[in-house]
């Protein structure tokens, strides 16, 4: 499924257009590792704390991930934005500059005020940890996940559909089903180009099969899609209508004949109002927009699970079994 001879490129939070957007998110990052606070895993009051995920029966991967030496477990003073509850990077405090992934307990491990034992929130925490599997997976083993084209096919549908919904919020394309039909078709590309890399061959062929679009519209579209992006000043490096979020929405306006008042920030204030404001960077970044899925699968209520849950159906339900599967085998 994947176009063997273009690099994968895959996105890191700093990579997306939105964290371009708001440079304090590094600050807040680099300062809550450095600063905050870690939970020690090693003593005993932590192993009520293992017990609980065990005893959830969820995934026997999840113990696994959450004893890993490649996870860290903050109890920050201040808690973290909701879009950073869970994030990768290199462990600048320790010194060993290792990729590892950070979970942001506050309010998920507490302290009893009573005794030395500590309060889990079950929910909230098998939630962080099965997106802290596939957060490392995706950083250190990706083919891992591209590789299952199931997976990645129910991944793409519910992108496409939380897409078309905010769209459709907008400007009303359910009221006409070809213009539905076609950004759902436009989503799916974008969701394939962007976060895949796919080649326009390989992304046509699969956004068509998600948006039942056929072969010649499809051709179509991309074809204004591109003659959207190639404007006299734009150099040819910026030519590519999927190259980031904003170049995207900016094209499938021009392509859809939306009003011009259908900007990025629109969409991206819509989206947050939609969803959730934790689940803004799932427009750009895969582990996020996984995350939007399992949190409403495990239903700890992190993000608007109903619209999700009512938006994505059984495409979400799919896709959440099958990477807790996925981290079974590998985690």
């Not at 904003?246 to 859809?256: D, E, G, L, P």
């Amino acid at each position: 499924m994947i176009d063997n001879n273009k690099p994968l490129d895959l996105k890191s939070y700093s990579d997306t257009y939105l964290y371009s957007k708001y440079p304090l998110y590094t600050k807040r990052i680099t300062s809550a590792i450095m600063n905050d606070p870690v939970i020690d895993k090693k003593t005993d009051a932590f192993q009520d704390v293992i017990y609980e995920i065990k005893r959830t029966r969820v995934s026997e991967s999840l113990v696994r991930i959450l004893n890993s030496t490649n996870v860290v477990l903050l109890d920050c003073d201040d808690p973290m934005p909701r879009a950073f509850k869970v994030f990768c990077a290199k462990d600048i405090k320790t010194g060993d500059k290792k990729l590892k992934i950070f979970i942001d307990c506050t309010n998920v491990i507490t302290k009893s005020k009573k005794s030395s034992d500590l309060i889990v929130n079950e929910s909230a925490l098998i939630s962080h940890l099965i997106n802290a599997g596939v957060t490392m997976v995706y950083h250190k083993l990706p083919q891992k996940i591209l590789s299952r084209s199931t997976l990645i096919q129910d991944m793409a549908k519910c992108y496409a559909k939380c897409f078309t919904y905010v769209i459709d919020y907008l400007v009303k394309v359910s009221i006409q089903e070809t213009n539905k039909a076609k950004v759902l078709y436009l989503t799916a590309m974008f969701f394939y180009r962007y976060f895949l890399n796919y080649s326009d061959e390989r992304a046509t062929i699969a956004a068509s099969t998600i948006s039942d679009i056929n072969t010649r519209e499809a051709n179509m579209i991309n074809i204004l899609m591109d003659k959207a992006t190639h404007v006299k000043g734009v150099p040819e490096k910026d030519t590519d209508p999927y190259r980031d979020l904003k170049s995207f929405i900016r094209a499938m306006r021009t392509v859809m004949h939306f009003n011009k008042a259908i900007t990025e920030d629109v969409v991206v204030e819509r989206w947050m109002h939609q969803f959730g404001p934790g689940t803004v960077f799932g427009m750009e970044y895969l582990p996020a927009f996984s995350a939007m899925m399992t949190d409403a699968y495990i239903g700890a209520f992190l993000n608007n699970q109903r619209t999700i849950e009512n938006v994505c159906k059984v495409d979400m339900v799919q896709y959440s079994k099958a990477i807790i599967n996925m981290l079974d085998n590998i985690v």
